[in-house]
């Protein structure tokens, strides 16, 4: 459960890189992206982008939805950052990609390294 006032900014590779922020310089996503998607089976997988209104807020992680029925937007309070606040960062490591899904389309998420510290959103 999220402490009140904060909202999840991406989906983290383990439980302790889930990151969450609050304040006036992030804003509530209002709707949601669709970046890639497989069916396979009876079920599902969908990577996502938060999204909002308002053009300077800016996704810094992605969410996603695996082995549902259906293509299910996340039900999660997803977060967007003010574009005055981020910085170009440089990517670290491949932490998932889709090779061998079969998926018609290519998806390569990567670690971010900000100084010493590798973040995973």
């Not at 904060?6 to 992206?33: C, E, N, P």
């Not at 938060?50 to 309070?77: H, I, L, N, W």
Request: include cysteine; charge should be negative.
């Amino acid at each position: 459960e999220l402490q009140e006032g904060f909202l999840l900014l991406g989906h983290g590779y383990q439980a302790v890189d889930i990151v969450l922020a609050g304040g006036s310089m992030v804003k509530q996503a209002t709707s949601w992206r669709k970046v890639w998607a497989l069916h396979k089976g009876d079920n599902d997988f969908v990577v996502w982008l938060p999204a909002c209104d308002d053009p300077d807020y800016v996704a810094v992680g992605v969410f996603f939805t695996f082995k549902t029925r259906g293509v299910q937007e996340p039900r999660v309070p997803a977060g967007l950052v003010h574009k005055s606040c981020c910085e170009i960062a440089k990517l670290d490591e491949t932490a998932w990609t889709d090779a061998g899904t079969g998926a018609s389309t290519d998806l390569t998420l990567n670690r971010v390294m900000w100084g010493n510290q590798v973040m995973n959103l």
